[in-house]
């Protein structure tokens, strides 16, 4: 094979990137990529630990943060680790050594090696070769994000003053799953133009759908698709979709029109679509005008051109954390029904209306459409039967009030190149001592999501990515948007009488879960989630010791139970405050569970075992 030279492409002049004239993209250079790795190695130790895919023994008697882990070869793993809440483990990548199997009597090393890690424990770690393999170009893949991230990083004084779609393409990703940027199916070239870490804002072309085979839904007012079309796109392109429809003897009216994404169009739609590509019932369409930007769910998109206008999900059929991110099509029409019924509860409950003033952020409209084949044959994997179709949800913008600003949760756990805190620039910024500003983070955030839990056995499941904070001018946490509903809601299995006014529909999209599982939405998608993470933080940079952390959790969550005495039972069925938790395990799924096999349905997520609650007071 030809040994191409490792010029970097931003060497002077300038040469764009070919297959006659490759080369290395900037920022995979030595500094960039040995960083990320040790950060990664720590991450795989951590995460790994606590989901007890392993289990490192304490170093010496008493243990207190050293640790080792003995590998397959004899080697072992020595570290330095805190134990955390929810007997999570935290641990300090350049405190990593290698010490060589028996007889050796070289001295630890430094390391720093996640392949290597791999390759020395893949029997201790249970990892068949297909799961090892597979595992190997995610974690690839994801390096080369990271490296990526850190070669364009801001500081966190600048990251401060970015606005909501820009803050989006600066953060790390998933805080829990290790290879949380694999996006199986894509290439670097993929990745360099529709990653959110690429920051490249994009024109989406689209397609018209015949309504054989697309259905459309919207909500109030959006009836009539006309009406939809009418706000998201100028005269002008309509007008040029209907006249390409025209000129090919079709009637627009039999049409339903949707944006695609490029890469979805050339490695899904035309070779599985081709027979209604061929008979018409798919038109491809020009892209309409306006730019728009990826945000950290790969799938979804913010117009930069036309704030007003709605963010666009959709379908995506890559491998990405623990899913393929296609757009199920039951679940895509039911979302305008499942969005005016979470809306009907917020806009007759004072409590969420007036004082939390909580943004729903509605999945309004949408457009499903179905293969003709896969369609038919539920025993086939369920990426097949979720290729086209598309989601558009209220743009954030228009909720925000006059000084206001948005950021996800997750940049809360982001840390810049100097070490500085994002959390710690934002409470500089507010004046407030950080215990004082967690109170406010924490009264935005759980009222709303404990009210609808308690209320009506509804839970969101507010990870980072779908928990938005509106800070005011100061900086100071005020109230909370929540966002993709119809994917991440689940409702009481229990019958209730708040549920009485749920559409068929929307009852039928919606996870079903037992009271007890229900409260996994928080425990899992906020406290484990995120939570443990901007503890862990809030402790190391901001003087605010774990217990302290939560234990303003726990008194934020017993002040909303003394505000509304009458739901006593409800908080005795939807228990927040137990001693111990189910320990989910998003990483033990991708290595143990499902590996990389092919499924006619979605995943569940593995349970292994039980945790302390730290919310939980004897």
Not at 191 to 218: D, F, I, K
Not at 472 to 480: A, H, I, K, M, T
Not at 524 to 553: H, K, M, N, Q
């Amino acid at each position: 094979m030809q040994n191409f030279p490792a010029a970097p492409c931003s060497a002077e002049p300038a040469v764009p990137w070919s297959p006659q004239h490759p080369c290395t993209p900037p920022e995979l250079n030595r500094p960039n990529w040995d960083a990320a790795a040790r950060r990664l190695l720590a991450k795989m130790l951590a995460e790994f630990a606590y989901e007890e895919i392993v289990v490192p023994a304490p170093a010496r008697a008493p243990a207190g943060d050293a640790w080792t882990l003995t590998l397959d070869d004899g080697s072992s793993l020595g570290f330095r680790a805190r134990r955390r809440a929810y007997g999570s483990w935290q641990v300090a990548p350049d405190t990593i050594t290698l010490t060589p199997p028996p007889p050796s009597t070289e001295p630890p090393a430094a390391f720093g090696d996640p392949y290597g890690f791999l390759v020395r424990a893949r029997t201790l770690l249970g990892l068949d070769g297909p799961t090892l393999g597979h595992l190997i170009r995610e974690l690839s893949a994801t390096l080369a994000a990271d490296a990526r991230l850190d070669h364009h990083a801001l500081t966190a004084d600048v990251l401060a003053d970015l606005d909501y779609a820009a803050l989006e393409g600066h953060q790390t990703g998933h805080p829990w799953l290790v290879p949380n940027k694999g996006r199986v199916g894509w290439s670097a070239a993929d990745a360099a133009a529709w990653a959110p870490e690429a920051r490249t804002p994009q024109r989406l072309p689209w397609l018209a759908a015949h309504t054989s085979l697309a259905e459309y839904r919207g909500a109030a007012g959006l009836e009539d698709p006309a009406r939809l079309y009418a706000a998201e796109l100028d005269p002008v392109t309509r007008a040029a979709f209907d006249r390409i429809l025209r000129d090919r003897g079709l009637d627009p009216l039999r049409y339903l029109y949707l944006p695609v994404h490029p890469w979805q169009w050339e490695e899904v739609v035309l070779p599985l679509y081709a027979p209604a590509l061929a008979s018409g019932a798919l038109v491809p369409l020009p892209a309409d005008p306006d730019e728009r930007l990826p945000q950290q769910s790969v799938r979804t998109f913010l117009n930069l051109t036309r704030p007003d206008r709605h963010s666009v999900k959709l379908p995506l059929s890559v491998f990405n954390t623990t899913v393929w991110r296609g757009l199920n099509c039951d679940l895509t029409l039911a979302a305008p029904a499942v969005t005016a019924w979470i809306h009907s509860l917020r806009d007759a409950d004072p409590f969420l209306r007036e004082e939390c003033r909580v943004v729903l952020l509605g999945e309004i409209a949408s457009v499903a459409v179905r293969h003709p084949v896969y369609e038919q044959l539920p025993e086939v994997p369920y990426q097949f039967r979720e290729g086209l179709g598309a989601i558009w949800r209220e743009p954030l913008a228009r909720h925000l009030d006059p000084g206001e600003r948005a950021r996800t949760l997750a940049s809360l756990l982001h840390t810049d190149p100097r070490g500085r805190s994002f959390t710690a620039e934002l409470v500089a910024r507010s004046g407030l001592t950080p215990t004082a500003w967690l109170q406010h983070l924490f009264a935005a955030l759980l009222p709303p999501l404990l009210h609808f839990l308690y209320r009506y056995g509804t839970a969101f499941s507010p990870h980072g990515e779908n928990a938005v904070v509106i800070f005011d001018e100061r900086d100071v946490p005020v109230r909370l948007a929540v966002k993709d509903f119809v994917s991440d809601i689940g409702i009481s299995a229990g019958p209730l009488p708040e549920h009485a006014s749920l559409p068929a529909e929307a009852r039928a999209a919606l996870r079903t879960e037992p009271p007890g599982f229900l409260t996994q939405f928080l425990h899992s998608g906020l406290f484990i989630g995120v939570f443990r993470y901007l503890a862990a933080l809030c402790d190391d940079r901001l003087g605010v010791p774990e217990d302290a952390f939560w234990s303003l959790v726990r008194a934020e969550i017993l002040r909303h139970q003394a505000r509304f005495p009458d739901l006593k039972d409800r908080f005795d069925l939807f228990d927040l405050l137990t001693a111990r938790i189910d320990r989910l395990c998003l990483n033990r799924n991708r290595l143990h569970q499902d590996g990389y096999r092919d499924h006619p349905v979605r995943p569940r997520i593995v349970v292994h075992g039980t945790v302390p609650n730290p919310l939980y007071r004897p």
